[in-house]
């Protein structure tokens, strides 16, 4: 059974930068694509990075394009978000998520097979 863990989350200043890990365990990370996601209060989970199995092929939502990059190591089976320029509309639970089969490039929930349990990320002055 997969299991993710995500940590590196806390308190920042607008404009501030943040790098959010996502360990895997129980299975090679190799099989999965990862992906990055949040959920602020009141609002629906949403897409923020894709990084694909193999060939580090990429995909954002807009609202975090040239500030946020999704990374990983599958040698050591971690997955990173760097987050930068972060602003007060970042601040949500950010959670790591693995699929197996996911068309390339999809930030669609219901591809992702395997959940962490998220870490709060807020921004605020």
């Known amino acids: 059974q997969l299991q993710l863990v995500e940590s590196g989350g806390g308190l920042v200043q607008p404009g501030g930068s943040l790098r959010l890990s996502c360990e895997v365990t129980g299975a090679t990370l190799d099989d999965y694509a990862i992906g990055w996601f949040r959920q602020a209060p009141g609002k629906e989970r949403e897409g923020v990075a894709y990084?694909?199995?193999?060939?580090?092929?990429?995909n954002y939502a807009d609202s975090v394009t040239g500030r946020f990059t999704i990374s990983r190591d599958n040698a050591k089976n971690m997955a990173w978000l760097q987050m930068t320029s972060l602003k007060p509309e970042d601040t949500a639970v950010y959670y790591c998520?693995?699929?197996?089969?996911?068309?390339?490039?999809?930030?669609?929930?219901?591809?992702?097979?395997?959940w962490g349990r998220g870490t709060q990320v807020t921004v605020s002055s």
């Open positions: 990084i694909a199995k193999i060939d580090d092929i990429t």
């Open positions: 998520a693995a699929a197996r089969t996911a068309p390339v490039g999809t930030m669609k929930m219901k591809w992702y097979d395997y």
